[in-house]
């Protein structure tokens, strides 16, 4: 998987021509740094709400979160993903992953455990 946006050392994804086209698209987000236990998953939640974007967020063994995001429009998951690198009051990223990702189809944005 090709690396798309990683704010932790500054640079974001190219647009192409093809980014506005109103087909799923879905990133893989990896997010490290002070993020369990300071309700990150919870702000997630509710900007994903906001802009509509579906997918799930989970926190992983080793520390850090993993996010499935997914929306027709690219334009709107490249928009979530400040807000993502951004977290909670209280928390902190220090690094930010994101690949592309086969679209799962997810119906809303949950919370897994």
Same mark, same amino acid.
């Given at each position: 998987?090709?690396?798309?946006?990683?704010?932790?050392?500054?640079?974001? @994804?190219?647009?192409?021509?093809?980014?506005?086209?109103?087909?799923?698209?879905?990133?893989?987000?990896?997010?490290?740094? @002070?993020?369990?236990?300071?309700?990150?998953?919870?702000?997630?939640?509710?900007?994903?709400?906001?802009?509509?974007?579906?997918?799930?967020?989970?926190?992983?063994?080793?520390? @850090?979160? #993993?996010?499935?995001?997914?929306?027709?429009? @690219?334009?709107?998951?490249?928009?979530?993903?400040?807000? #993502?690198?951004?977290g909670p009051p209280g928390?902190?990223?220090?690094?930010?992953?994101?690949?592309?990702?086969?679209?799962?189809?997810?119906?809303?944005?949950?919370i897994r455990y």
């Amino acid at each position: 998987m090709r690396l798309l946006y990683n704010p932790s050392v500054g640079k974001g @994804r190219e647009s192409s021509a093809n980014s506005s086209r109103k087909e799923l698209a879905a990133y893989r987000v990896i997010v490290s740094g @002070r993020v369990q236990g300071v309700f990150y998953r919870a702000t997630a939640l509710d900007g994903a709400v906001m802009l509509g974007v579906r997918g799930w967020v989970k926190n992983l063994p080793d520390g @850090r979160v #993993l996010a499935h995001i997914e929306h027709e429009n @690219r334009h709107v998951l490249d928009s979530f993903l400040p807000h #993502l690198k951004e977290g909670p009051p209280g928390g902190y990223v220090d690094d930010m992953q994101v690949t592309e990702a086969e679209p799962e189809g997810c119906p809303d944005f949950q919370i897994r455990y």
